[in-house]
């Protein structure tokens, strides 16, 4: 069997609240939608078709291929159906291997036993077919396989992201609660900001909004970013085809935007480190950064976003502190953001009742565990056209 050129079912996996983003981005990039999940949506291609997925989806986490899927009713019974798998056509000689598994099933207690059954079953078949067991570990850098096992059904696939997508590579400098980037391309992707208008972010802390702006605005694949995935560890790929595939990729991005990309923090340090991530994601030339309070940010004619994360409060007297900055935001928002779209991230809304602003979308986001919320706030006059930003799409959550 040619592994690469065989149509199977693939899964993309992301952060609950996010898959209608990824849903959209499958589309745009031509592949079905099969069926969609709360964090994960299925689709259907080649081991090929996942170099592509992995090396432009904004806001998925993980490009997972399927391998084989069959019951099994108790941990001896998935190691069998896992041994009859030809794993000697799959993964090269000598390479590293990682097992990883979801499992909801009455027959274990510990996902991680079927971690471990299904680790023996492929390293003892490549000991039977090579006459030497490979590495194995917990590291993702190479070969991850992947269980599901739910119940009686199980699923086997290959990983093909190996390290989460999230992890783009240009965050050196992380700084205090990072956003993550893929939950950080999907705000982004919620104003409806593409490039041809401004947008602005105020507490810009280590600059992941306004960098993920950037690739947006330009069109730049976030996978360009990252040398390492996980398909690039399996027997079979072929070093010409993905170079050319990447040239393909960065050949369609652009070079200019339409609007201006500003980034401002209070903190010397934050804007330093917003600005030498921008330089390791080569989208510095595109971003303006400036040391400021939020409220005296530069807000240039033309409209677009304005886009905040404020702290949410984990402690009660944090939670006082930051009312007066959730009023001064809405004090912002009014005074000198006219002609924009206003958005808050924040994971505390009784904070955010203090904004004094009537919210015109509530969109649902998950931060980790942490329910939150991207609130939008109208405050331009005219049309959206007129001020650069689209319109919001049918695909976009409106409640919540």
Request: glycine share 8%; proline share 4%.
């Amino acid at each position: 069997m040619s592994w690469w050129k065989t149509k199977k079912r693939i899964v993309v996996t992301c952060a609950r609240g996010i898959s209608s983003f990824v849903v959209k981005e499958l589309r745009d990039l031509g592949f079905p939608v099969v069926s969609e999940g709360m964090a994960h949506i299925e689709t259907e291609g080649t081991l090929e078709d996942t170099m592509r997925l992995n090396l432009c989806l904004r806001t998925a986490q993980r490009v997972l291929f399927l391998v084989e899927s069959f019951k099994a009713k108790n941990p001896d019974e998935l190691y069998r159906r896992v041994s009859r798998i030809g794993w000697e056509d799959l993964l090269p000689d000598g390479e590293y291997l990682c097992v990883t598994s979801s499992v909801e099933t009455p027959s274990i207690q510990d996902s991680r036993f079927a971690n471990l059954k299904c680790k023996d079953a492929v390293v003892d078949r490549l000991k039977r077919t090579r006459g030497h067991r490979p590495d194995s570990g917990p590291e993702r850098d190479h070969t991850v396989i992947h269980v599901r096992w739910q119940g009686e059904e199980s699923s086997i696939y290959v990983d093909t992201s190996g390290e989460p997508l999230s992890r783009r590579g240009y965050r050196r400098i992380p700084l205090k609660a990072p956003m993550q980037e893929t939950l950080a391309a999907a705000v982004v992707l919620a104003t409806g900001w593409e490039g041809r208008s401004n947008f602005i972010n105020p507490m810009c802390g280590s600059g992941t909004l306004v960098i993920e702006a950037a690739l947006i605005g330009l069109g730049r694949a976030p996978g360009l970013l990252r040398s390492n995935f996980g398909f690039l560890h399996m027997k079979g790929v072929e070093d010409a085809s993905w170079k050319t595939l990447r040239k393909k990729v960065r050949a369609a991005a652009k070079n200019e935007l339409g609007g201006r990309i500003i980034a401002t923090d209070i903190s010397d340090r934050a804007v330093e480190a917003a600005r030498k991530n921008a330089v390791t994601a080569g989208v510095d030339r595109w971003i303006e950064f400036k040391t400021s309070p939020f409220a005296e940010t530069l807000i240039p004619d033309g409209g677009g976003a304005v886009v905040l994360n404020p702290e949410y409060g984990e402690r009660m007297g944090e939670v006082e502190a930051l009312k007066a900055t959730y009023r001064e935001i809405g004090d912002f928002f009014k005074r000198t953001c006219q002609g924009y779209r206003g958005y808050i991230f924040t994971g505390n809304l009784d904070l955010a009742k203090h904004v004094g602003l009537r919210t015109r979308r509530r969109i649902p986001f998950f931060s980790s565990n942490l329910e939150c919320r991207l609130l939008e706030y109208e405050l331009y006059e005219g049309s959206q056209k007129e001020k650069g930003l689209r319109p919001i799409q049918p695909w976009e959550p409106t409640v919540g």
